[in-house]
């Protein structure tokens, strides 16, 4: 029997017993009619006890939209209104981009944040090389505390001869990261951006912000950082995270994230691959970094930089601490496995070469990192079955060979 063929008052007592009521139960479909001076559309549940609407609204009654949905007049309107783009880091990243700036453990992801946010905020240039223009900063950092970040702070003002008291309005920070599953958390953050507009967020790393979340998951990370990069764009803040390497992956760029989520989601994808680590005679730290930059709406690019940091006394934690770097090579191209291997063999002629000396070809490419003996055959696999490669399969005390099509 349907909920119509009920006669009227039984109707009401069954609904009565779930907390609702029928607003109206048609005799024919369609019929509506006017109830306490408004019109009244048929078989609507029109509300609970404490007066929350449960049923669908009337068209045009509801405040608030999940969905903004715009003509196309209004889109051009708006961006009319907003005038130019403007840079966060000039060639490098938009001022209205959210991404993700990922390393290997210990390359110094801290510190390029660190860096980034005394540009910024004073409007000098990242590492010293590339413009950006000034705007407020706020930064999320969950690691360190505040004593290694005003040491660290310190240093790289030093290294610019600029006082850490010009900074003071500038830069507001947070000794905690958002949990980005938390609605309370994102509130405080839409809050201070309504309060303290910036030019630049900085959240400091994701793995605590996301705690909780399966990196492995795509669709789950999605809507984790949905959230706060929704609120970074309606506050007109870039919005930058930082992550770490995977330990297993191959290749130098942001495949080697941890998880699938930071790498599809962000518009810049940011990879420093750590060269060469070592030690000055002075007692300096020494790290050579190749950085390849990702965007949508700018072509890759690479650059190598030497960050060297020295403290006035190894044995004091409250010692100054002396910090520089240097952009030793720019305007490189990013070079991915596969392209590595293709060009080694393109040096091979007929003879074609083996797995091994592909390996050797590749690791004295200065392209990047060696490839391991497993990625090598993965790829020459991968190529051969696409067409690009033949060879000869290896035999017991016989390698085989690989040369191009």
């Known amino acids: 029997m349907a909920l119509r063929d009920i006669p009227r008052s039984r109707a009401d007592e069954l609904l009565a017993e779930v907390g609702v009521r029928i607003a109206e139960l048609p005799l024919t479909e369609g019929a509506s009619e006017e109830r306490n001076g408004r019109r009244v559309h048929p078989g609507r549940i029109e509300g609970t006890d404490d007066g929350q609407r449960v049923g669908p609204p009337e068209v045009g009654a509801r405040a608030h939209r999940a969905l903004e949905i715009l003509d196309l007049e209004e889109v051009l309107e708006r961006v009319e209104r907003a005038g130019p783009p403007t840079w966060l880091i000039e060639g490098f990243w938009p001022g209205d981009a959210y991404g993700v700036l990922g390393a290997e453990d210990k390359a110094g992801k801290t510190w390029a944040m660190i860096d980034l946010a005394v540009s910024v905020a004073s409007g000098t240039p990242w590492l010293g090389h590339f413009p950006c223009p000034a705007g407020p900063v706020l930064l999320f950092l969950g690691e360190g505390g505040e004593r290694n970040f005003i040491r660290r702070l310190e240093a790289v003002c030093a290294s610019r001869s600029l006082p850490v008291v010009d900074l003071i309005g500038k830069i507001r920070t947070c000794f905690a990261v958002p949990r980005l ?108 970094l190749r950085w390849e930059f990702r965007g949508s709406e700018l072509p890759d690019a690479v650059f190598r930089m030497r960050r060297r940091v020295r403290s006035e006394d190894p044995k004091s934690l409250t010692a100054q601490l002396f910090y520089g770097v240097e952009i030793t090579s720019e305007g490189e191209q990013v070079s991915d496995s596969r392209g590595r291997i293709l060009a080694v063999l393109g040096t091979a002629g007929i003879e074609g070469l083996t797995v091994h000396e592909i390996g050797d070809g590749v690791a004295g490419d200065g392209q990047g990192q060696p490839l391991t003996k497993r990625t090598i055959q993965r790829i020459v696999k991968e190529l051969a079955d696409a067409g690009q490669l033949d060879g000869e399969q290896s035999d017991p005390g016989h390698p085989g060979r690989w040369w191009l099509t």
């Open 181 to 288: 599953r938390q609605a309370e958390h994102l509130a405080e953050v839409a809050q201070e951006l309504e309060e303290h507009p910036s030019k630049l967020v900085g959240l400091d790393p994701l793995y605590l912000a996301a705690a909780g979340a399966h990196g492995s998951d795509l669709y789950e990370m999605g809507d984790v950082l949905g959230g706060v990069q929704r609120i970074a764009q309606e506050a007109g803040a870039a919005l930058i995270l930082t992550t770490h390497w995977n330990k297993t992956g191959t290749g130098t760029g942001a495949e080697r994230f941890t998880g699938v989520g930071p790498g599809a989601w962000g518009r810049v994808l940011a990879s420093a691959a750590v060269e060469r680590r070592g030690q000055d005679p002075d007692g300096a730290s020494v790290v050579q």
